[in-house]
């Protein structure tokens, strides 16, 4: 009977551990995201993501940050990052370009929400054919066919996430 009870136990420890990693998973994905998914439900439809975050004073804001920072990713034996320390940015004001150091500090990134944002502006000017110098109009073709492309990229990987969202809060 006591061997039950201990597993009994462990299996709450274990799922209190597992919710609490799932948790800092998701505030960095919301961070990585810059927002959060369409579907997500609950008492405030998670508008306030980073009420959750794990830092005091970014649970504290009264709106979401204009930057986040996602921790490297070690690999399995945690003697090396396999990806270095991201920061997302939310607008181009605080980072006019992204940025990826080949020596392997941390990255500067935009929020998959502002290159989504900057995609479609910079297609509605494509579309409109933005005015150059002295009135020749100019397309932006490289840099929105680029931006499309990476748009593209960061749906998929947003769709797949909201299955996994959906998968894991049918979960609990």
């Not at 961070?31 to 508008?47: F, H, R, S, Y």
Request: include cysteine; hydrophobic fraction near 40%; proline fraction near 3%.
């Amino acid at each position: 009977m006591k061997a039950l009870s201990d597993a009994a136990a462990k299996s709450v420890t274990d799922a209190k551990d597992q919710r609490t990693k799932e948790l800092l998973w998701r505030e960095w994905l919301y961070c990585e995201l810059g927002a959060v998914p369409d579907a997500l439900t609950g008492e405030d439809n998670g508008t306030s993501w980073w009420k959750y975050s794990q830092e005091q004073a970014v649970a504290d804001l009264v709106s979401a940050p204009t930057s986040c920072t996602v921790p490297a990713v070690r690999n399995a034996a945690d003697d090396a990052d396999l990806r270095p320390e991201v920061k997302y940015f939310g607008s181009t004001d605080d980072l006019a370009a992204e940025e990826k150091p080949a020596d392997g500090t941390a990255w500067s990134l935009w929020t998959a929400t502002l290159v989504a944002s900057t995609a479609l502006a910079a297609t509605s000017d494509e579309d409109a054919g933005v005015s150059g110098s002295m009135g020749i109009a100019r397309n932006a073709h490289g840099k929105v066919a680029y931006l499309k492309g990476d748009k593209r990229a960061k749906d998929w990987v947003l769709q797949q996430r909201k299955a996994e969202f959906a998968f894991y809060d049918s979960v609990y």
